[in-house]
């Protein structure tokens, strides 16, 4: 089965084409996986794993995106084909009366085939320039550096609450870290398959950032709370871009790099969790046992 994190941000482009087509569209058919003959289809099709065939016979009128998996085309498609990644194969006898255009991917089309119109978007991937790295670099550790030292000179409690969580119960907080992270931007990205909740989607990712963006806060605050530096609103700021440079400096450590900012990244999360954003501090359960 396909990865529905991993196809997140494709799923994004999907529906900023149909935002900026003007199409009016209700819903879209997904599919992740398996192999599938689609007859009919709602407003939008996205294939993001498996193999979907549109058999002979069959005439779909919805545009098409592929996302991922295959796409083979036996019969109709009276709309448009938008390949973003994964394979399309255009059978013999077969027809996609609108544009199909590719952007990554395989694209196979027969010699018997009718397509309404051909395109391929060149994509040119340039490394980044040291300047641009370090530039971005800076500007978040100068962020949450300024958000780190603003809270601990107005709610110092909440980064407290937080860092605590993380120091003292840091399974806990790892582990509800991670199962939210999962769960959470999963199900925000199958909302988006309903057009309706996009703008829900959308926030709920932005508030899941910035839960994770709290978390290196208070990491951040902690490391500052170890440092020889005064005031605490200060030393806060201070720790807090100490930390978001050692992040980003753990990523050219091959595989233990990795781990670690993972493991920091959910255990920030949960720790910011079972505080409730620090608003109190995080006291876990104790089995009562009988005599």
Known sequence: MADPVELLPLLVVVVLLLTASGQDVDSMAVVFEGDRAVS?????????????????????????????????????????????????????????????????GEVEVAPGATVGSRSTVEVVQRE??????????????????????????????????????????????????????????????????????????????AVGLLSVAYGYVGLGCLVGSRLPVDPPARAAAVGTAAFVVAFDLLAAVPVVGTALRLLLTVTGLGAVLVTYYGLREFEPAVAQLGD
Do not use: C, K
């Open 128 to 205: 980044p320039s040291p300047a641009r790295e370090y530039g971005f670099l800076a500007v978040q550790a100068l962020v949450l550096a300024v958000a780190a030292g603003a809270l601990a000179r107005r709610r110092p409690a909440l980064a407290r609450n937080v860092a605590d969580a993380a120091v003292h119960h840091p399974g806990v907080s790892g582990v509800v870290g991670a199962f939210t992270a999962a769960t959470f931007l999963a199900l925000f990205v199958f909302m988006a398959f309903t057009l309706v909740l996009i703008p829900v989607s959308l926030l709920g990712i």
């Open 40 to 104: 009919d289809a709602p407003d939008a099709l996205v294939v993001g794993g498996g193999t979907t065939t549109i058999p002979d016979g069959a005439t779909v009128n919805a545009t098409v995106y592929v996302v991922g998996g295959t796409l083979a085309v036996e019969g109709r498609v009276a709309a448009d084909v938008e390949q973003l990644a994964g394979n399309v194969s255009v059978g013999e006898d077969a027809a996609v009366t609108g544009r199909l255009r590719t952007v990554a």
